[in-house]
């Protein structure tokens, strides 16, 4: 998915994770070339562990709804399965601060469902993770995006759909 949605770009750019957990995602791109990696973790655990694995990258924690971070900074900001667990009342904070932050584009692959879904039982809790068709909410909040490509990939054991997209400012 990385290769086929931001393959092509320079891989001198800044980018930065939100919700990193413990950096697989980062690692990902760091094996592709990618070099100016940032992350932010709400969990101090997830943090240390992250710079563990991740050496030579930029790891913090934070909220992705007050992102330390000025106006334009990265390049590319991306969330990887981070906004289903933003509660559906305050999704626009994070959805903004993620758009503040980038200079050109936003990436992300997520839960996905039309409507908006709480996920059951998710870890063993209710109301903690909902899908929903995220790419439509950026462009409710932000209809000047450019969305330069989405896919929606179907789960082999079930119908459930995960959506990648990509937009540019």
Excluded at 29 to 54: C, D, H, P, W
Excluded at 94 to 110: D, L, M, T
Excluded at 149 to 167: A, G
């Amino acid at each position: 998915m990385n290769e086929e949605f931001i393959g092509n770009l320079d891989r001198d750019i800044k980018i930065l994770e939100v919700g990193c957990n413990i950096g697989m995602q980062l690692v990902n791109l760091y094996e592709m070339g990618f070099r100016n990696l940032y992350g932010i973790e709400l969990q101090s655990n997830a943090v240390e562990l992250a710079k563990q694995k991740t050496k030579g990258m930029n790891i913090i924690q934070g909220t992705a709804y007050d992102i330390p971070f000025k106006d334009g900074y990265f390049d590319l900001v991306f969330t990887s399965r981070v906004l289903i667990h933003m509660n559906p009342d305050v999704i626009s904070k994070a959805i903004s601060e993620i758009v503040r932050c980038s200079k050109e584009y936003i990436y992300g692959n997520e839960y996905y469902a039309d409507e908006l879904t709480e996920i059951k039982n998710y870890h063993g809790q209710n109301n903690i993770a909902w899908k929903r068709n995220f790419p439509q909410i950026f462009l409710d909040i932000f209809p000047d995006l450019k969305l330069l490509k989405e896919k929606k990939y179907k789960y082999t054991f079930n119908d459930d759909l995960d959506t990648t997209y990509l937009f540019k400012k």
